[in-house]
């Protein structure tokens, strides 16, 4: 369990910092396994795992990275989690895809709050907005480039995702336990991710 949760950890190094030097930014393997390990430590701390990444960014910040760079209850979470994740990746696909309609859509978005007042400053949450699709822009730049590393990365995070999974499956079994299918646990395992 403990090396399956290693090798978990030491895959998304490898990934953070194969996405850092497609956008330019050189750390060595150390520094990605000790900002991996610190987000670890602080969403194994804060409430609802709230710290970990903003850690992570707050130690990459210190290595010189910009910040920029199965019970019916449980069903209704995975399937919140897999709307969500959907979500995520539909607007991310968008934007890599379609910025200009995501630029026209963040705006609108801004421009209707701001005449709501639920925002204060829309004009500072539109520079905020350019910046931020800057900063995506070059980065889809480099993901449209070669497929390579998209897939380089879906592989890592498969092998760190089946390590991960797998924790609890070798702690029952250290544990001499049985009754329970393997499968169930790190089922169980990944819906406690999501």
Same mark, same amino acid.
Do not use: H
């Given at each position: 369990?403990?090396?399956?949760?290693?090798?978990?950890?030491?895959?998304?190094?490898?990934?953070?910092?194969?996405?850092?030097?497609?956008?330019?930014?050189?750390?060595?393997?150390?520094?990605?396994?000790?900002a991996v390990l610190?987000?670890?430590?602080?969403?194994?701390?804060?409430?609802?795992?709230?710290?970990?990444?903003?850690?992570?960014?707050?130690?990459?910040?210190?290595?010189?990275?910009?910040?920029?760079?199965?019970?019916?209850?449980?069903?209704?979470?995975?399937?919140?989690?897999?709307?969500?994740?959907? %979500?995520?990746?539909a607007l991310l696909? #968008?934007?890599?895809? +379609? $910025?200009?309609?995501?630029? @026209?859509?963040?705006? /609108?978005?801004?421009?209707?709050?701001?005449?709501?007042?639920?925002?204060?400053?829309?004009?500072?949450?539109?520079?905020?907005?350019?910046?931020?699709?800057?900063?995506?822009?070059?980065?889809?730049?480099?993901?449209?480039?070669?497929?390579?590393l998209p897939v380089?990365?879906?592989?890592?995070?498969?092998?760190?995702?089946?390590?991960?999974?797998? %924790?609890?499956?070798?702690?029952?079994? #250290?544990?001499?336990? +049985? $009754?329970?299918?393997?499968? @169930?646990?790190?089922? /169980?395992?990944?819906?406690?991710?999501?």
């Open positions: 369990g403990a090396c399956l949760m290693l090798a978990s950890l030491g895959c998304q190094a490898v990934n953070l910092r194969m996405l850092l030097r497609c956008c330019g930014q050189r750390i060595g393997l150390w520094t990605g396994v000790r610190i987000g670890f430590y602080f969403s194994g701390i804060t409430p609802s795992s709230s710290g970990g990444q903003p850690a992570q960014v707050w130690q990459l910040a210190r290595a010189g990275i910009a910040p920029g760079e199965v019970f019916k209850g449980q069903k209704i979470l995975l399937l919140y989690g897999f709307a969500a994740a959907s %979500v995520v990746l696909s #968008a934007a890599l895809f +379609s $910025g200009k309609q995501m630029r @026209r859509a963040g705006r /609108a978005a801004v421009a209707f709050l701001g005449r709501r007042r639920l925002i204060r400053d829309p004009e500072g949450w539109r520079d905020r907005l350019e910046r931020q699709m800057a900063q995506f822009d070059a980065c889809a730049a480099l993901l449209r480039q070669g497929w390579m380089r990365l879906l592989a890592v995070t498969f092998v760190q995702q089946l390590c991960l999974f797998a %924790v609890p499956s070798a702690v029952y079994c #250290a544990l001499g336990l +049985s $009754g329970q299918p393997l499968w @169930r646990l790190a089922a /169980a395992q990944a819906l406690l991710s999501v």
